[in-house]
């Protein structure tokens, strides 16, 4: 082969060493299987790391389909290219770079791990040396942690005398990928992003393949919609197979207390709506704050701060010393899961209706986040109001600590409805 006028690729029983000019103990094929790459004194060292991934039986969501997408598109004899996956651990990066690992190893094609810091020459010889194979960067920001030596490698990557490779990188962000990859399809046709929250879809189709109770469905829908950022698939099926058995949530959230995953959410009495019943038109200009606060699963106090006007110059949006703002604590107790929801009345500066329900709680529906805008007072000096935005509000069903200051849950904000956009502060 031609190569071995430049290159010989020296077989041991662990191990091979690519360098040049060496004559002995050659090989012409390089064995299908996963090689760690590294330098060593005797030249490149690639080391026999395991004949393929050890892979779960069960995927979940989009997988497979990428995985076909990918393997469709990659030809032996045709230009290399290039696959970018990004996200947080444990979010499925891994398992799909594996996955396609083990079917380059199908085609009796070798996997390539780069662990360790090595250039664009060195990776660069291995290739020659190998042809078609699948060379893989996990964690690329961990292995080449400055920017510049990770823009070193643009030269491999863009190298057009290479057939048949295809390259994978891993990172846990995708600010670890030069803007010389990103957007660049001809180099790395696959940017792939793993959202930071777990889809509904995508946890139906792992329940369902897991064979969760269909009693503990809205336990777990609650866990994703609560979580977010923090559950990965890593935790989220941990918890369901640490949990196989189980009666009930409760159960659930008590296996959960010890293992080292987000805490599994226990019903509880929490404020699903706030409504407000009638507002006095000398009152209609200035907004209102609700807010909560869990003692315990079956006891709360409500908080209802309401503006009455603003002051010349400024208006505090919290309650405090200012007399302007109004304060009211409502404090309910005892209630019994068996009622499943109780309707409050409570008359301010406004009328409000504040519904309760028994449940896991993870947000309060059509609640309106605070906004400020600023508007000329008559001394011609700026004053602020309350101005008006639509979201949904996020509460945590366990301690009422997500959203507020202490373990404060901020629940709704009223504000003038004037037509103008509010500016948000």
């Known amino acids: 082969m031609d190569r071995k006028a430049s290159i010989s690729i020296n077989n041991f029983d662990n191990h091979m060493v690519i360098r040049m000019n060496d004559e002995s103990n050659l090989i012409d094929h390089?064995?299908?299987?996963?090689?760690?790459?590294?330098?060593?004194?005797?030249?490149?060292?690639?080391?026999?790391?395991?004949?393929?991934?050890?892979?779960?039986?069960?995927?979940?969501?989009?997988?497979?389909?990428?995985?076909?997408?990918?393997?469709?598109?990659?030809?032996?004899?045709?230009?290399?290219?290039?696959?970018?996956?990004?996200?947080?651990?444990?979010?499925?990066?891994?398992?799909?770079?594996?996955?396609?690992?083990?079917?380059?190893?199908?085609?009796?094609?070798?996997?390539?791990?780069?662990?360790?810091?090595?250039?664009a020459e060195e990776l660069g010889i291995i290739i020659k040396a190998i042809g078609p194979c699948m060379v893989y960067f996990d964690e690329f920001g961990k292995v080449y942690d400055e920017k510049p030596a990770r823009e070193r490698l643009l030269s491999l990557f863009s190298d057009t005398s290479f057939q048949g490779v295809m390259f994978v990188i891993t990172g846990n962000e995708s600010e670890e990928f030069s803007d010389y990859l990103v957007y660049r399809p001809q180099r790395f046709r696959y940017n792939i992003g793993f959202g930071s929250t777990i889809d509904l879809d995508t946890l139906h189709d792992i329940m369902a393949k897991m064979q969760v109770s269909e009693h503990l469905h809205p336990a777990f829908e609650a866990y994703v919609k609560r979580e977010g950022g923090k559950l990965n698939f890593d935790s989220l099926l941990c918890v369901i197979r640490e949990s196989a058995g189980c009666k009930d949530a409760l159960e659930v959230a008590d296996v959960c207390e010890i293992l080292n995953v987000p805490d599994f959410p226990r019903m509880s009495w929490y404020v699903s709506n706030v409504e407000v019943t009638?507002?006095?038109?000398?009152?209609?200009?200035?907004?209102?704050?609700?807010?909560?606060?869990?003692?315990?699963?079956?006891?709360?106090?409500?908080?209802?701060?309401?503006?009455?006007?603003?002051?010349d110059g400024f208006m505090s949006l919290y309650p405090g010393p200012d007399p302007e703002l109004k304060e009211g604590l409502l404090s309910i107790e005892s209630l019994a899961e068996s009622e499943g929801k109780r309707v409050i009345e409570y008359q301010g500066y406004r009328g409000f209706r504040i519904t309760l329900s028994y449940g896991f709680g993870h947000e309060v529906?059509?609640?309106?986040?605070?906004?400020?805008?600023?508007?000329?007072?008559?001394?011609?000096?700026?004053?602020?109001?309350?101005?008006?935005?639509?979201?949904?509000?996020?509460?945590?069903s366990s301690n009422g600590e997500r959203g507020g200051a202490g373990n404060l849950s901020d629940l709704a904000f009223g504000s003038r409805d004037n037509g103008q956009q509010p500016r948000l502060m």
Do not use: C
């Open 278 to 311: 009638n507002t006095p038109e000398e009152y209609a200009g200035f907004g209102y704050h609700v807010m909560t606060m869990r003692h315990s699963s079956s006891d709360l106090t409500i908080k209802v701060n309401e503006a009455r006007k603003a002051k």
């Open 30 to 119: 390089v064995p299908a299987m996963v090689y760690k790459a590294s330098i060593g004194r005797p030249g490149i060292i690639m080391v026999k790391d395991r004949p393929n991934f050890t892979l779960p039986q069960l995927r979940f969501g989009k997988h497979n389909a990428r995985v076909k997408q990918i393997t469709a598109s990659y030809d032996r004899f045709g230009k290399s290219n290039g696959v970018l996956l990004h996200g947080m651990k444990g979010s499925g990066k891994s398992l799909l770079a594996e996955e396609l690992g083990n079917w380059m190893i199908a085609q009796d094609l070798p996997v390539i791990m780069v662990t360790e810091p090595m250039g």
């Open 365 to 396: 529906a059509s609640a309106s986040l605070m906004a400020t805008e600023t508007f000329e007072g008559s001394n011609g000096g700026k004053r602020l109001g309350m101005g008006r935005s639509h979201s949904e509000a996020v509460i945590d």
